[in-house]
């Protein structure tokens, strides 16, 4: 029951974002977004929010910032739609080990760390819009190949070749679409909802989880694998059509800083960010393994638990980070997502694995929009995409070397040591997180 209705609420996120999302691609832009402001030959608009934007009533800004954060709900359902199968066709179907099954997630988060610099440089010159389209068609062509990868399994080493190809272009799409869309959103609702627009497309991400990630496993048992490229596929490429018809936001002008420079500025926010991250790797990549190993079933439950108490927890408690400041609300976020990676890690029932997932859901929450607020901050408006771009680095990174490591991990040690080795990691960011509060507290005095 508990199961059924944590799925259910992930549908309801998902319908909601799908209604919103394609209603408000249809309306007509402000005067400020309009596609004249961005055409060749026309002039940026400067550091300053433009006057229509901040003008823009609370009703209106949310509809606006779902319209956006709707193209990070589709990628991520192409995303979470193979990921508790995906572990299992490459461990179980071609034979290969876990730590080439965590790998085979990991490909995806290395691409995608590889490529921010890149998207967040696209974004300050070509614009959003440009970007998250060209996001959408290398997703596309990842859907492609995992259907071929599928009908290739007869020559194992051939599938998890197109397979690994597959999840390379899905990573390098990901990355031009999730920050994208963000700074697409930002753009259309001004720099003072940018904790907002973070938060949403936040919720986005992983209501498209919560949604993919059992679908997957209906599609693989009822449909076959190849199933799983094809709906990938068809999912982004809905995705650019709808980008393709959506406003341009104009683009920032200010001095460009490298990318080096921005990189070090948000380092120490980003280490808390990888932190943090190395639970929800853990869980993505292995829970479907670690059930198969306890003998559970429901593992695909575990993904969906793990979304549903992030997307309730975005929504509890949208506003706290304007209330309480960043970092207070990510030690605490820390906090819980360690309490719940224990409970996963020392789970006698497939109950207390389900509660210990959505707990960990509920404390990783926030942790993404707390610290990257004060990030972003760092720097001017002209160079936010490339600090988002930046602090997303940390989030791939942890989220390609979670794979592998605990792949190593659970080899030798068993996969409950994966969820220790999590837990560690985000009581780490616990201390992080209050020195980075302390030495913001010194800068803050007189």
């Not at 996001?135 to 197109?162: E, K, T, Y």
């Not at 963000?182 to 973070?198: D, P």
């Not at 799983?228 to 018809?245: E, F, H, N």
């Not at 605990?406 to 080899?411: F, P, S, T, Y």
């Amino acid at each position: 029951m508990l199961s059924c209705s944590i799925f259910v609420a992930g549908v309801k996120f998902g319908l909601l974002f799908t209604r919103i999302g394609a209603r408000s691609l249809l309306i007509p832009n402000s005067p400020a977004m309009s596609d004249d402001s961005c055409s060749p030959g026309s002039t940026p608009v400067s550091a300053a929010a433009p006057a229509a934007v901040r003008a823009l009533p609370p009703v209106k800004v949310t509809r606006q910032i779902l319209a956006t954060a709707f193209f990070t709900f589709l990628v991520y359902l192409a995303i979470g739609i193979p990921m508790a199968v995906l572990p299992g066709y490459i461990h179980l179907d071609l034979g290969y080990s876990s730590v080439v099954a965590g790998l085979g997630i990991s490909v995806q988060y290395f691409a995608t760390f590889v490529s921010r610099a890149n998207a967040g440089r696209m974004i300050d010159t070509v614009g959003a819009k440009q970007t998250v389209m060209r996001g959408m068609l290398l997703c596309s062509a990842s859907g492609g190949l995992l259907l071929l990868s599928a009908l290739a399994q007869p020559l194992p080493f051939l599938s998890l070749v197109l397979l690994f190809t597959s999840r390379a272009f899905l990573g390098l799409g990901e990355s031009l679409v999730g920050t994208g869309a963000i700074m697409w959103g930002v753009g259309r609702v001004g720099s003072e909802n940018t904790a907002k627009m973070i938060s949403w497309n936040g919720i986005a991400t992983y209501a498209a989880l919560a949604i993919g990630a059992p679908l997957g496993v209906v599609l693989d048992r009822s449909l076959g694998f190849a199933v799983i490229g094809l709906a990938g596929m068809l999912l982004t490429v809905l995705g650019y059509v709808l980008a393709r018809g959506g406003p341009v936001t104009p683009v920032v002008q200010g001095e460009q800083l490298s990318f080096k420079l921005v990189l070090r500025k948000v380092f120490a926010y980003g280490m808390g960010l990888a932190f943090g991250t190395i639970g929800f790797g853990s869980i993505a990549t292995f829970i479907t393994l670690y059930y198969a190993d306890q003998h559970w079933s429901g593992a695909a439950f575990a993904l969906t638990a793990f979304s549903s108490a992030f997307v309730g927890a975005r929504l509890l408690f949208a506003n706290s980070i304007t209330r309480f400041g960043g970092y207070r609300v990510a030690v605490v976020s820390f906090l819980t997502e360690a309490v719940g990676l224990l409970l996963l890690w020392s789970a006698t029932t497939p109950e207390l694995a389900l509660l210990g997932a959505g707990l960990a859901g509920f404390g990783f929450a926030l942790v993404f929009p707390s610290l990257g607020v004060e990030a972003v901050n760092l720097v001017s408006p002209a160079n936010r995409g490339a600090a988002l771009a930046a602090y997303s680095v940390f989030l791939d990174l942890a989220l390609g070397i979670t794979g592998p490591v605990a792949g190593a991990i659970a080899g030798q040690l068993g996969y409950p040591q994966v969820f220790l080795f999590a837990a560690i990691a985000a009581i780490g960011a616990v201390a992080l997180s209050l020195s980075l509060y302390r030495s913001a507290q010194q800068r803050s005095k007189p």
